[in-house]
C-alpha cells in the first residue's frame, strides 16, 4: 500500500437531509491561510498561546468559537479547505461564500469535526499553531535572504 492509496479520514458534517464530508487540516493548508490573513490570525495564535502558557483551557472548541465570532471569512475558508475546496479554483469563492451561509451550528459542527482531525494527542492544537508559525518564519527568512535578481 503506497502513500497515494491511503485514505484521509473524514467525518461527515449534516446539513438538513445531507451532508458533506470534511478532513483535519495539513499544516500546507494552515500555512496556505496564515499567509492569507497573517494579521487576523497571528492575533488569534497570540490569544490561544497565552491561555496555554497560563495554564488555562484552550481547547479547538474554543478557538472555533473565537473565528466564527471574530474571523468569519477565516473560519468559512477553514471550513471549505477541509471539505477539499481548492483555493487556486475559480469555484474557491462560491465554496467560501456557501460556508459562510450555513447556520451556526453547522459552522460550529463542521469546526469541531475539523478541530477533532487536525489535532491528535501526538499533534495538540499550541504545536500545530508552533510548527505552522515556524513554517512560515523559515519561508519568510528563505525570501529576504534570497538573491535579488
Known amino acids: 500500500m ?15 437531509d445531507e451532508g458533506f464530508p470534511v478532513r483535519g487540516l495539513s ?12 494579521g487576523e490570525l ?9 491561555r496555554v502558557k497560563a495554564g488555562e483551557s484552550a ?4 478557538v472555533g468559537t473565537a473565528m466564527v465570532g471574530g474571523a468569519p471569512q477565516i473560519m468559512a475558508e477553514i471550513i471549505a479547505l477541509a471539505s477539499d475546496s481548492d483555493p487556486r479554483s ?5 465554496d467560501v461564500a456557501q460556508a459562510l ?8 459542527d463542521a469546526l469541531e469535526k475539523i478541530g477533532r482531525l487536525t ?23 528563505a525570501l529576504h535572504s534570497a538573491p535579488k535578481v
Open 2 to 16: 503506497g502513500l497515494r492509496d491511503l485514505v484521509i479520514p473524514t467525518e461527515l458534517v449534516k446539513v438538513a
Open 27 to 38: 499544516p500546507n493548508d494552515a500555512l496556505d491561510l496564515y499567509y492569507r490573513h497573517a
Open 42 to 50: 497571528s492575533a488569534l495564535f497570540d490569544q490561544f498561546t497565552a
Open 59 to 62: 481547547d479547538a472548541m474554543e
Open 90 to 94: 475559480p469555484d474557491w469563492p462560491l
Open 101 to 108: 451561509r450555513l447556520p451556526a451550528g453547522v459552522q460550529m
Open 119 to 141: 489535532f491528535t494527542s501526538d499533534m495538540p492544537p499550541g504545536k500545530f499553531f508552533g510548527l505552522v508559525i515556524s513554517m512560515a518564519q523559515s519561508a519568510t527568512a
